[in-house]
């Protein structure tokens, strides 16, 4: 699975972007999807994640509320709505797959296919 990371773009606080995630492959719709960030200087952390059919989603909770993950299987995209941006969200945003019987995790480390990035920057 290949998988290309687009969206992003700069926004002022309290904007929106909608951030795509293309997979190549007839087997994504098996997959589960995630989204990562990782910003200047610090660590990759996990953002959202969503199961193979779309029936179980998971966020962190600095984005709760604010950020919607969701996937169209026909069009092979998960996507990430991110609304109520604020100056903490700047990062790198990735999307990740993977495709074992585990179910959207956090957890990095499960992920075997990541895109290549967009830069999502937020400005106050």
């Known amino acids: 699975v290949q998988l290309q990371a687009s969206g992003g773009g700069l926004v002022q606080a309290g904007g929106s972007l909608r951030l795509s995630c293309a997979a190549s492959?007839?087997?994504?719709?098996?997959?589960?999807v995630a989204w990562f960030r990782q910003a200047p200087g610090k660590e990759r952390e996990f953002v959202a994640a969503i199961s193979w059919n779309g029936g179980s989603t998971v966020y962190t909770d600095s984005v709760k509320g604010r950020f919607t993950i969701s996937r169209d299987n026909a069009k092979n995209t998960v996507y990430l709505q991110t609304n109520s941006l604020k100056p903490e969200d700047t990062a790198v945003y990735y999307c990740?797959?993977?495709?074992?019987?585990?179910?959207?995790?956090?957890?990095?480390?499960?992920?075997?296919?990541w895109g290549q990035g967009t830069q999502v920057t937020v400005s106050s």
């Open positions: 990740a797959a993977h495709g074992r019987v585990w179910g959207p995790s956090s957890d990095e480390g499960l992920y075997d296919y």
């Open positions: 492959g007839r087997t994504f719709s098996s997959y589960d």
